[in-house]
């Protein structure tokens, strides 16, 4: 139970995308790359980046990766992007070295899935003020069930969720709802539901994911297929990833269980 209710965090954690252009750099080369890109001009914008990257610039380098991983300016190419991520990070980029840890989590982008080395760089960019990064490190922590890694999980934690970090404070709810489970103790698993509850209600997507979940398993709450529907095809219809699939579930369980009376007034 510990294993999959953590895991779900994992799967819902937010992908980041290109680097944000509009910075406190004073380079206005990041604003003219900015101008190419909302205009969709992604060929000169890889351009520019390139120029930008020569200088030794570690986001120009790490933004040239992203549009390499995705083919956008530029024919698309993992290893290199990943070469490029490398760049980044060496160069002290928070947002790099996430990624890497990311990709080393999840064995993606051709990479070989190494938890150690996903710590690592979850570590840096941790370090680096990059909470993401704290968040994913504390979930590996959790997921290593020892009380020194899950003490030093909660550790890590505790800034963020006094700051009212979402994703610190989801974290630290399925942490809590999974520490219940394991001791047989109701507290910690009602606050964990509580806390997410919470989160939902301010509208925060792996929150409602997670409750949307807990009403079609019933394993946490009471199974409610109906509430689970509602939620699940609001969030399709903003096309938040797994929601269809969830959706499509759902709807094959109520279909099942619809056809489960009848079968039975047939048999009578």
Known sequence: MKKIILASIIALSSHLAMAEMATNSVDPAFAKIETLIKSNNMKDAYQELEKLAKTGNAQAIYNLGYLTQTGQGTAKDEKKAIK??????????????????????????????????????????????????????AVLLFAEGTPASEKLALHKLDPLIKKDNYQAIHAKALYDISLGFKNKNEAPIKQGL???????????????MAVGNMFANGKIVPQNLPEAKKIFSALAKENIPQAKESLAVVDKMMAEQAKAPAKAEKKS
């Open 84 to 137: 490029l991520y490398e760049e980044s990070a060496s160069k002290g980029y928070p947002v790099a070295n996430y990624v890497l840890g990311k990709n080393y989590m999840g064995g993606t982008l051709g990479l070989k899935q190494d938890t150690k080395k996903a710590k690592q760089y979850l570590e840096k960019a941790s370090n680096q003020g990059f909470a993401d990064a704290t968040v994913d490190l």
């Open 194 to 208: 509580k806390s997410i509850q919470e989160l939902a209600q301010k509208g925060y997507i792996p929150a409602l």
